[in-house]
């Protein structure tokens, strides 16, 4: 059933962007493949993080729409990240002091703070955006549905959201509450958040903040990660220089303890505007000095 519905979603994407001459639809996410190989094991990994839009009104009245967010994966490895998707619809409504969302939206904290593909793999970096952006992934994951509510706006001069998320099915019992503060001053950005959610039986809280400098030819960013899940502060480094328009080469660094400091990575070639594609290395995760060699393809879905 999820698989069925990641790939109706992918369809529908392709369909949305050629006809993306109309103003009122939209497609905006990335779809990437990514195949990686350590100590003579393969794995083979689909990963799908997209949304698809259709607005109207404005002029003498509020602008408004439906969105429907996908997110999806896919494996051989099995496991967690055997074919299993989720998705989000919701609708919203631009006010003159931001969005308001109402539905099953994406969480704001997800949204606003991102971790960066380490190696270039959506693979490797979903280890750590599932342990520290847990708010999507109960879907995902959980067999598990959501109603809630979210707001984007401009307060003071500065960026900031906040969302509510109410989880039914084997998930009835939990709720979510996310939200972030930050302000883009051009090449240098910075945001801070947080994540909050109660089980019935356990509460969980992760804190996250991110700076990021971006001069076009090079930048990089730093994230800072107390999450609920470890007893130690999460450092992320990672960096990028461009020696060309069409290339990109990127590197990161990590640590959550003295035994789990890691180390990545990548090239990265572009090519047909929204079109990427490279190969990567990552190696320390986890302590075990366990190398992981990983190519990858994906396309971003901006129409």
Same mark, same amino acid.
């Given at each position: !059933?999820?698989? %069925?519905? @990641?790939?109706?979603? +992918?369809?529908?994407?392709?369909?949305?962007? %050629?006809?993306?001459?109309?103003?009122?639809?939209?497609?905006?996410?990335?779809?990437?493949?990514?195949?990686? /190989?350590?100590?003579?094991?393969?794995?083979?990994?689909?990963?799908?993080? +997209?949304?698809?839009?259709?607005?109207?009104?404005?002029?003498?009245?509020?602008? !408004?729409?439906?969105?429907?967010?996908?997110?999806?994966?896919?494996?051989?490895?099995?496991?967690?990240?055997?074919?299993?998707?989720?998705?989000?619809?919701?609708?919203?409504?631009?006010?003159?002091?931001?969005?308001?969302?109402?539905?099953?939206?994406?969480?704001?904290?997800?949204? %606003?703070?991102?971790?960066?593909?380490?190696?270039?793999?959506?693979?490797?970096?979903?280890?750590?955006?599932?342990?520290?952006?847990?708010?999507?992934?109960?879907?995902?994951?959980?067999?598990?549905? /959501?109603?809630?509510?979210?707001?984007?706006?401009?307060?003071?001069?500065?960026?900031?959201?906040?969302?509510?998320?109410?989880?039914? #099915?084997?998930? /009835?019992?939990?709720?979510?509450?996310?939200?972030?503060?930050?302000?883009?001053?051009?090449?240098?950005?910075? %945001?801070?958040?947080?994540?909050?959610?109660?089980?019935?039986?356990?509460?969980?809280?992760?804190? @996250?903040?991110?700076?990021?400098?971006?001069?076009?030819?090079?930048?990089?960013? @730093?994230?800072?990660?107390?999450?609920?899940?470890?007893?130690?502060?999460?450092?992320?480094?990672?960096?990028?220089?461009?020696?060309?328009?069409? +290339?990109?080469?990127?590197?990161?660094?990590?640590?959550?303890?003295?035994?789990?400091?890691?180390?990545?990575?990548?090239?990265?070639?572009?090519? @047909?505007?929204?079109?990427?594609?490279?190969?990567?290395?990552?190696?320390?995760?986890?302590?075990?000095?366990? #190398?992981?060699?990983?190519?990858?393809?994906?396309?971003?879905?901006?129409?």
């Amino acid at each position: !059933m999820k698989h %069925a519905a @990641l790939t109706a979603a +992918l369809v529908l994407a392709a369909a949305t962007a %050629a006809s993306a001459q109309s103003n009122n639809l939209y497609t905006r996410g990335s779809v990437q493949y990514d195949y990686l /190989s350590s100590n003579g094991s393969d794995v083979s990994f689909a990963y799908a993080d +997209l949304a698809i839009g259709f607005g109207f009104g404005g002029g003498s009245s509020l602008p !408004m729409g439906f969105e429907l967010g996908v997110l999806g994966i896919a494996s051989d490895s099995g496991g967690p990240f055997d074919n299993r998707a989720a998705l989000f619809p919701t609708f919203w409504v631009d006010t003159s002091v931001g969005r308001f969302s109402v539905g099953a939206p994406r969480s704001a904290v997800g949204s %606003a703070i991102q971790i960066p593909r380490f190696g270039g793999s959506r693979y490797l970096s979903l280890i750590f955006g599932e342990a520290i952006g847990v708010t999507d992934f109960v879907q995902v994951y959980g067999e598990a549905h /959501s109603y809630g509510a979210r707001f984007d706006g401009f307060i003071g001069g500065f960026d900031a959201g906040l969302s509510v998320h109410q989880f039914t #099915g084997s998930a /009835s019992d939990a709720t979510s509450v996310t939200g972030y503060f930050g302000r883009d001053y051009g090449a240098l950005d910075f %945001a801070v958040g947080f994540e909050a959610i109660n089980t019935g039986s356990t509460d969980l809280r992760n804190y @996250l903040a991110q700076v990021g400098y971006d001069a076009g030819q090079f930048g990089g960013h @730093l994230t800072l990660v107390d999450a609920n899940l470890s007893s130690d502060l999460l450092v992320l480094v990672d960096a990028f220089y461009k020696p060309l328009d069409w +290339l990109t080469l990127n590197a990161g660094y990590g640590t959550a303890g003295s035994s789990d400091d890691f180390y990545s990575v990548n090239a990265e070639v572009s090519f @047909l505007k929204n079109g990427y594609a490279g190969v990567g290395y990552l190696d320390g995760f986890g302590g075990g000095g366990n #190398g992981v060699t990983s190519a990858y393809v994906g396309w971003k879905l901006n129409y």
